[in-house]
């Protein structure tokens, strides 16, 4: 009996930690070249359409926009080691 409380409580935990992960959406502005990277807690990147915001004169903006989750290599960081950086070896 202990087993199944503990099966389910662990499967529990599992789901609610799975549905509360953060999507990062690369979203373009339409009629622009800018390109935004958006985090969403649920939803759909695809959904994500418009962008509101405020610039420093205090203007509202409102930016449409076409997002996707998908992995762009673009996105992920490239770490070289030292020797090909250019750096000294040590």
């Keep these: 009996m202990k087993k199944r409380i503990l099966f389910g409580a662990v499967t529990l935990l599992l789901l609610t930690a799975s549905c509360t992960k953060e999507k990062h959406c690369r979203c373009a502005v339409l009629n622009s070249q800018t390109v935004r990277i958006i985090t969403i807690t649920k939803g759909d990147c695809h959904n994500f359409t418009t962008a509101t915001y405020r610039d420093i004169l205090d203007q509202l903006h409102i930016d449409t926009l076409v997002c996707t989750d998908y ?19 040590e």
């Design 71 to 89: 992995p762009f290599e673009a996105d992920s960081l490239i770490v070289y080691p030292n020797e090909q950086e250019g750096g000294t070896e």
